[in-house]
């Protein structure tokens, strides 16, 4: 079986060619958004949002040093992505929710942001695209994030979405887990 942090990459993997466009919806220190970047290679195009000055310089630093150029770093709520992105089909997403590792752990996603970012990603996602949230909710706001965000994927119209949960059953302290949403 593969992990949260594997399988998550995997589930991009198989439907981002290059050319593409994409969305990290949380940068944070810069991995998903050099997985991404690597995914749709220079042909394509990554945005990669946050909120806190320091993901951005991760972020900007772990691509710098693989020489990558292809990737627009917003330093922005992800709940302004329609701002940034306009008339353009969405191949995939990801979301990392909760905070930032070795940061301030009172800065986290909430449930309002994350669920206006994912309607409207939702609604420029290209045909078989697909948005991956990867939900981490032991800490203070996370539980309240994990059942909005449920709520919110579980009333998706079934003939327009098909949605995947992927987790760990038997993993102690509230382990992550994976909400895929493919459009169909």
Same mark, same amino acid.
């Given at each position: 079986? #593969?992990?949260i942090?594997?399988?998550?990459?995997?589930?991009?993997?198989e439907?981002i060619?290059?050319? %593409?466009?994409?969305i !990290?919806?949380?940068?944070g220190?810069?991995h998903?958004t050099?997985?991404?970047?690597?995914?749709?290679t220079?042909?394509?195009?990554?945005?990669? /949002?946050d909120i =806190?000055?320091?993901?951005i310089?991760?972020?900007?630093r772990?691509?710098t040093?693989?020489?990558?150029r #292809?990737?627009? $770093?917003i330093?922005?709520?992800h709940e302004?992505?329609? =701002?940034y992105?306009? %008339?353009?089909?969405i191949?995939?997403?990801? /979301?990392n929710?909760g905070? $930032?590792?070795?940061?301030?752990?009172?800065?986290?996603t909430?449930? !309002?942001?994350? *669920?206006t970012a994912l309607s409207?990603? $939702? +609604?420029?996602?290209?045909?078989?695209g697909?948005?991956?949230?990867v939900i981490y909710?032991?800490?203070?706001?996370?539980?309240e994030?994990k059942e909005?965000?449920?709520?919110?994927c579980?009333?998706l119209?079934?003939k327009? /979405? +098909?949605?995947?949960?992927?987790?760990? *059953?038997? =993993?102690?302290? $509230?382990p992550p887990f994976? *909400?895929?949403i493919?459009?169909?």
């Amino acid at each position: 079986m #593969h992990s949260i942090i594997h399988y998550s990459h995997q589930l991009l993997t198989e439907i981002i060619q290059p050319g %593409d466009t994409v969305i !990290d919806a949380t940068c944070g220190n810069g991995h998903d958004t050099l997985k991404l970047a690597e995914l749709v290679t220079a042909t394509g195009q990554v945005y990669a /949002f946050d909120i =806190q000055d320091q993901a951005i310089i991760n972020t900007r630093r772990k691509l710098t040093d693989k020489g990558i150029r #292809h990737v627009e $770093l917003i330093h922005d709520g992800h709940e302004h992505i329609d =701002q940034y992105i306009q %008339d353009q089909p969405i191949a995939a997403a990801i /979301f990392n929710l909760g905070y $930032l590792p070795k940061a301030d752990h009172s800065i986290i996603t909430v449930p !309002d942001t994350t *669920i206006t970012a994912l309607s409207t990603l $939702l +609604q420029s996602l290209r045909k078989n695209g697909r948005v991956v949230l990867v939900i981490y909710h032991g800490h203070p706001g996370g539980t309240e994030e994990k059942e909005q965000v449920l709520a919110y994927c579980q009333s998706l119209d079934q003939k327009q /979405f +098909q949605v995947l949960q992927y987790q760990f *059953i038997n =993993q102690i302290n $509230l382990p992550p887990f994976i *909400i895929a949403i493919e459009k169909i």
